[in-house]
């Protein structure tokens, strides 16, 4: 049987959860690991099989064996690397977000309009089993008209540092690490309404209160505590041109009294909540339901979820079915992320 053969950019923490997903998929050849520092490529490539490890994602590119990437570097060169591995002729999974800015969005776009090739972005959340079996729900009309949607995704303590803290290579904090999560999300479920203003508020108040003690968090490889320049917290009101609208928060740190993610759905016949407890609410002869739906994962995992999300992109590539997550989602994103930015700076309501 021919597997499809792909290669991986990036071998940060990332990468390993792309490695793994597509070690399980029958159809696929790891073909090669690129990575600047060739040690930690090599460490990856054993680890999950690879033939091949580059240092230059050119020299991987002009291999004519590699037929897909997928590309888990810093935000920052998502664009530069996607439109590189379209014109080589390769189909892309890019990790969220597509891109840092409008104008590498509109390139991204362009380049798999005019190669012809395929690109999935990697908005991760839409491939749970939980956001699947609510997704048919809602396309059954059992929310009836979706017309609001509210998330949280606040971190009390958690900023990660390095690069995530750095908004050059990063493109802002938890904004763009974890609210594109949520608002994506909400916005997939809500059924990708064209966005018509976004009214956003960002603060730096608290830095990255690396001086905490007692309390431990994820901190990227090049965690260095004296670099943070993205915000500690952002909000929210996202209005879409079909009168919908969507409430988010997110934050790396707050003077909260704990970790709180939540993601709710609202509609005219019923509403659900599908983070932290699946539930879809309803109701029949004059009665609310609380509907618990019985599943093996009722949250979201993340193992499962890359697991779905690396399957559908080979399935994609193979040309067995059109992607869930095109390249026109992953702009659209990024015009709501960078609009929230302007809004903040400007104090004013960023209309489309």
Known sequence: MKKLKVAVI????????????????????IYAIVDMNAARAQAAAERHGATKTFSDYRDMLADPEVEAVSICTWNNTHAELSIAALEAGKHVLCEKPLCTNMEQANRVEEAVRRTGKKLQVGFLRRFGSNTQVLRRFIEAGELGEVYYAKASYLRRLGNPGGWFADRDRSGGGPLFDIGIHVIDLCWYLMGRPKVKSVSGNTYK??????????????????YDASLNNVEDMANALI?????????????????????????????????AEIEPDFCIVSEKHNTILNITPQMDHPTFDFTEGFRNEIFHFVDYCLGRTETISPVEDGVELTKILCGIYESSEKGVEIHF
Do not use: C, M
């Open 205 to 222: 108040k608290l830095g990255n209160r690396s001086h905490i003690e007692n309390l431990s968090f994820y901190k990227a490889a090049d």
């Open 239 to 271: 209005r879409f041109e079909n009168g919908a609208s969507l409430l988010v928060d997110v934050s790396f740190t707050l003077h909260a009294q704990k970790d709180e993610f939540a993601v709710k759905i609202f509609g005219d016949k019923g509403g």
């Open 10 to 29: 990036g071998a940060g923490s990332i990468s390993d959860s792309h490695l793994a997903a597509y070690a399980a998929h029958p159809e696929v050849e």
